[in-house]
């Protein structure tokens, strides 16, 4: 009786895994394995509408908020998009089960659930609902998670505003298409408010959510003016780290129709603060204590968060140094007083506002005042001191309404004055540049490790879809051939303070993760046995040696390994006996990277037991194990019944690695 072992398919000598990723999928299987046949109950059917992904607390987190018709028990399912085969699922992905609420504002539900400990460079497919009832799939990617990135500002599409919806729709989705085409490894789209024209008009906040681009980044949502005196906003919304106490949240309005909030999070070099700047008075204690109360927030989120991040942005609506219409409103101006103080004493880097429908940028303002007399209108490379603060007003990016610049007037350059600039007395005082072309744009911020890069861009041109201009509410002054879609209106770099000294940086990759692996210690992958030898006229037997594997392990994680093993039936065409008869005592041949040979295993002819028929240990090192490399042996005895028919038997050693 000639017998054989084979170690693995013919050629598949190689076996390699980048450190973290073997444990994750091994491990998965195996947990998951017991549940594959288990069958999945169908929810009652129920219809999925308005999905958006929001922002989370870091960049391992989403958040995805959707609306629903039943009040059923829902999900978010996710998988890496490359284990997504034929459209389905794999047994692996992940789930994140879901809360929400009945809708206030129109029927049905709303829920919302954060996806959490997603990997960086990895693309992801989504979807939400219940068995029987998904959603389509949606599909979002991540990115390193240290250093430079991109993220995207838009001002008030406000749709429904120029009393054409489907108009003000086109024109808001030909912006995020335009802004994400030139710019796709943006990161975040961040918004400045005023989403729809009236806060609970469903149609328009099926407008607004039209965009593909809003299941694909993630949105950091702002409340603006028009989004209050209803719950739509934060029912499509949820958002991380909020506060919806009272001088946050209050607007002024009913309690059934509270909406917002203050919340902070942090990606990557960036701490955002987002405030709603609607709520800024308290009636039942008069005065303007919500601004207080917003920079006491602000202040306790610096104090708390400040130090993980470079830079400090701080999002809200309404505009304290816009061009335009509300640029000389009393809250405004309140606004002023209250807050450019605080900014400066607390180091925000820039302030990003919407409200008033045009674009400016701002002189270095510290205290409420132009920091350095001398900074050029224009200038494309700015040095704040200390306490000097960057304020930025978005244009439309929907084109659904434009506001129109205005004439300083003789207020002065007090903290509240609207006058002239000395040195351009065509615009206000407080800021660079100004322009209104009604034409729609959006702005792109790049943050760097030494300097934020400010751009605003037109998407658009006089043409459609540019609603307010088709409806003749604006007329247009841009010129395709001069000005077409993609060109800069405004570029400014803001450069960090670094005192009298030199600033040095030095950025850090992230460290090789090094490779675990194994191979077969040679080109045969057979290991013969020979001719079995009859003993004591009982059984036959036949020993023989392993190729020996070698196991290689240079991962700076010095995390555990091992390697394993199992055989499965012998046969011979029709012909076959256990695996279990086939034993082995493993050892090190080679001592490395922490290998400990594994336990010897007895034929199951000696002890009525499974042998190799079950997985095995060859070898293994624990946690803090030497990097290096090992050789790994074992000694085969096969012991079958002397009953087991004449042939050339084979089987298949598989081996297995593990590493976590």
């Known amino acids: 009786m000639t017998l054989s072992t084979s170690t693995g398919a013919p050629g598949l000598v190689r076996r390699r895994v980048v450190a973290g990723v073997a444990a994750g999928v091994l491990g998965m299987a195996a947990a998951l394995g017991s549940g594959l046949t288990a069958t999945a109950s169908a929810a009652e059917s129920t219809t999925i509408t308005g999905v958006i992904l929001g922002v989370g607390a870091n960049e391992t987190q989403r958040v995805v908020t959707w609306y629903s018709s039943a009040d059923t028990a829902q999900k978010i399912q996710l998988a890496p998009t490359a284990e997504i085969v034929n459209g389905e699922f794999p047994a692996s992905a992940v789930s994140f089960d879901a809360v929400g609420a009945a809708n206030t504002s129109t029927t049905g539900f709303n829920r919302y659930a954060t996806i959490s400990n997603l990997r960086e460079n990895t693309a992801y497919s989504y979807r939400v609902g219940a068995e029987g009832s998904w959603s389509a799939a949606y599909a979002f990617k991540t990115q390193d998670f240290e250093g430079d990135y991109d993220f995207l500002f838009f001002g008030d599409p406000q749709i429904g505003s120029s009393g054409d919806r489907l108009k003000d729709q086109a024109g808001w989705e030909e912006t995020l298409k335009v802004a994400t085409a030139a710019n796709p490894n943006a990161e975040l789209l961040v918004s400045g408010g005023d989403h729809v024209e009236s806060a609970n008009d469903e149609g328009q906040w099926t407008s607004f959510l039209a965009p593909d681009q809003l299941r694909q980044y993630p949105l950091v949502a702002t409340i603006g003016n028009h989004d209050v005196g209803g719950k739509s906003y934060e029912q499509h919304h949820f958002t991380p780290n909020t506060d919806r106490t009272a001088p946050y949240y209050d607007n002024g309005n009913p309690a059934g129709t509270k909406s917002g909030g203050d919340y902070w999070f942090v990606y990557k070099d960036v701490l955002f603060i987002d405030i709603n700047s609607n709520s800024y008075k308290v009636p039942a204690e008069g005065g303007n204590v919500g601004d207080a109360a917003h920079v006491s927030y602000i202040t306790d989120v610096i104090n708390k968060h400040g130090s993980e991040a470079k830079w400090k942005v701080l999002v809200y609506h309404h505009s304290i140094y816009s061009p335009a219409s509300h640029a000389t409103d009393t809250d405004n101006k309140d606004r002023r007083e209250h807050f450019t103080t605080a900014f400066s004493n607390l180091g925000i880097d820039m302030v990003l506002q919407g409200h008033d429908h045009s674009y400016s940028r701002s002189y270095s303002i510290k205290n409420g005042q132009k920091e350095n007399p001398a900074e050029q209108p224009g200038a494309a490379d700015v040095f704040p001191g200390p306490g000097g603060v960057i304020y930025v007003t978005a244009n439309s990016a929907s084109g659904s309404k434009y506001y129109d610049i205005k004439k300083p007037d003789s207020t002065g350059t007090g903290i509240r004055g609207n006058g002239p600039d000395p040195l351009d007395p065509g615009k206000y005082w407080y800021n660079s540049v ?19 890069v400010l751009q605003n861009l037109r998407s658009g041109t006089c ?106 039936d012998f046969q011979d065409a029709d012909k076959t006996f256990s695996g279990s008869y086939l034993g082995w005592t493993p050892y090190v041949l080679d001592a490395g990277a922490g290998a400990e040979a594994g336990a010897p295993v007895l034929s199951g002819f000696d002890d009525q037991g499974k042998g190799l028929s079950v997985s095995s240990g060859l070898g293994a090192a624990v946690q803090g194990h030497p990097r290096g490399g090992a050789k790994l042996g074992a000694d085969l005895d096969l012991k079958i019944p002397d009953s087991i028919a004449k042939g050339s038997y084979r089987a298949t050693l598989t081996i297995t690695a593990l590493s976590s």
């Open 463 to 568: 043409a459609a879809p540019n609603a307010a201009v088709e409806n003749g509410n604006a007329p247009c002054n841009n010129t395709a051939e001069g000005q077409p879609v993609g060109s800069i209106v405004d570029k400014v770099t803001v450069h960090p303070f670094n005192g009298d000294g030199q600033a040095i940086q030095v950025n850090v990759p992230n460290p090789a993760p090094g490779e675990f692996g194994w191979t077969i210690d040679g080109y045969n992958g057979l290991v013969d046995l020979g001719t079995a030898q009859e003993r004591d006229g009982t059984y036959f037997e036949a020993n023989g040696k392993i190729n020996p594997i070698l196991v290689s392990d240079s991962r700076r994680s010095l995390a555990p390994w091992s390697i394993s093993a199992n055989v499965g």
């Open 434 to 452: 100004q322009n209104q072309e009604h034409v729609r744009s959006y702005v792109k911020v790049q943050v760097r490790g030494d300097k934020l």
